[in-house]
């Protein structure tokens, strides 16, 4: 360590090594420093352990095993030769002091005071364990012969009794003898589930992608193969098929209902009042203005209403009343117009072509020649 670090101590004027021997002398100081400050009471500092879990009988809290503190070393005693030492730390949780002291006897460290052990100990002869040999017993067994041959008897019958566990074991343990090719077994196992398990996450990742499902799926079951084989999916007909089969249930309906079917004299009369609905229809001019031809005024709009009621016979005394209703509205009894109507309505002639005429329906278009009349 020496050639790798330097280390540079001062050394006074009046330091002689023969007389102080070493600077700690000469300072009148232990190289432990603070550690060393009980050293006239036989106490030193040092770094302990914690050796197993205690709980502190301070604060009643969990210290674990491997915790370390600064502890008060002190000898206490001797266990024939060696030394019994005692150690005493304070709580880093709480002011309690607790103290430890080595127990050579059994190899062990016993609470003295200021906590309680949290028993984690092996019962070896409460789990069937081959246990050491005491002092005492050895020492029997090499001086008393009936002693040790009693004692041979009874590991001769413990033995006959756990004989068929040790086969089984043994047995157990020969079956994992050969490392190499369990191991190889083992990894071709291993990389043929793999292959498998990559195959259904690209078959779960494509059915994933074309339901746009985010959920993940869960591996199928033979419960889950029955109840899909008992399902039966049937693809539903095109838009032609459908259109087809409503044609041919509109065909295949009958006319009538059933109870005129069975009544051939309902279904005569519904005939006949069908025939005469279409010759009616044909001849009113209803069917005219659906043709697109509509009957239209013609110039003069004026004579249209008194042609129209010159169809109708006039009962006597009709042309004397229509002479004083113009009279009294303005009009002029002798005007042209009023006199030939009421000569066409003496004469009982047939009324005139101008008053109506049937043409064609152009309203729409602005250049027809009779929207100009």
């Known amino acids: 360590m020496g050639e790798r670090k330097g280390v540079n101590k001062y050394y006074p004027p009046d330091f002689d090594p023969a007389k102080h021997g070493s600077l700690n002398k000469y300072r009148n100081s232990h190289p432990l420093r603070e550690r060393a400050r009980k050293l006239s009471q036989g106490i030193l500092i040092i770094r302990f352990e914690m050796p197993y879990n205690i709980w502190c009988d301070g604060c009643q809290n969990h210290i674990g095993m491997g915790v370390r503190y600064n502890a008060e070393k002190k000898k206490v005693g001797n266990y024939y030769t060696t030394p019994i030492y005692r150690f005493r730390m304070k709580c880093h949780l709480c002011p309690n002091h607790i103290e430890m002291q080595t127990d050579p006897a059994n190899c062990d460290y016993v609470i003295v005071s200021g906590a309680r052990r949290k028993e984690e100990r092996w019962d ?209 009894c002798d005007s042209p117009l009023v006199t030939k109507v009421d000569s066409q309505k003496a004469e009982g002639s047939p009324p005139s072509s101008l008053a109506a005429s049937l043409v064609a329906d152009y309203s729409d278009s602005a250049s027809d020649p009779e929207a100009e009349l």
Request: neutral net charge.
């Open 124 to 332: 070896m002869e409460a789990n069937e364990q081959i246990m050491t040999t005491a002092h005492e017993e050895k020492q029997k067994l090499e001086t008393d012969a009936m002693y040790r041959l009693e004692h041979g008897s009874n590991d001769q019958s413990k033995l006959q009794r756990v004989l068929p566990t040790l086969q089984n074991i043994q047995e157990a343990q020969s079956a994992w003898k050969d490392d190499f090719a369990l191991n190889s077994l083992l990894r071709r196992k291993f990389r043929e589930e793999k292959k498998v398990l990559q195959e259904e996450e690209k078959k779960d990742l494509a059915l994933q992608t074309k339901a746009c499902l985010s959920i993940p799926l869960v591996r199928e079951s033979d419960e889950d193969q029955h109840l899909a084989a008992l399902l039966k999916y049937q693809s539903l007909g095109s838009y032609e098929d459908k259109q087809k089969q409503k044609r041919s249930e509109i065909i295949d309906r009958p006319w009538f209902s059933p109870t005129q079917a069975a009544n051939p004299k309902a279904n005569d009369s519904l005939k006949k009042l069908a025939f005469t609905g279409k010759s009616s229809a044909s001849r009113s001019p209803a069917a005219m203005s659906h043709l697109g031809v509509v009957r239209r005024k013609s110039k003069d709009k004026e004579r249209a209403p008194a042609e129209e009621e010159s169809e109708r016979p006039s009962p006597p005394g009709e042309a004397d009343r229509r002479h004083q209703e113009r009279a009294l509205n303005g009009a002029s």
